[in-house]
């Protein structure tokens, strides 16, 4: 395990639930590439609701099958590792937004 502390870069990458790349879920495919380049995590959140450029609501509920919901994938690392990785996220995304800020890791250990 890889030690993380101080102050890195926090990225958030607002893609949708039925967003793909090549012929898996694009959120499935992020987080392969995140573990494959040897980051050090990354977490991946399913929203209950939101909207994004088009402004179209979308929102769970017992009735909706296909609401295409937001995920959010968060990853924490160094500025520079995850600034070589910009280029590839981009180029598998086909809409979205992404963000990144500085953050003060405290705590970053295995359990045990």
């Not at 992020?30 to 209950?48: D, P």
């Not at 937001?70 to 160094?78: Q, W």
């Given at each position: ?72 994938i968060e ?38």
């Amino acid at each position: 395990m890889r030690r993380i502390e101080g102050e890195q870069v926090l990225m958030r990458i607002f893609i949708g639930e039925h967003d793909r790349w090549e012929w898996r879920p694009l959120y499935v495919a992020l987080i392969g590439l995140f573990r494959s380049e040897g980051l050090a995590g990354a977490t991946v959140l399913k929203g209950a609701a939101g909207f994004g450029p088009d402004s179209i609501l979308r929102t769970a509920g017992i009735w909706k099958f296909s609401a295409d919901l937001p995920i959010v994938i968060e990853v924490v690392d160094s500025g520079e590792r995850l600034e070589s990785l910009l280029p590839e996220v981009d180029r598998m995304m086909k809409g979205g937004l992404i963000t990144m800020e500085k953050v003060r890791v405290i705590r970053y250990e295995r359990e045990g």
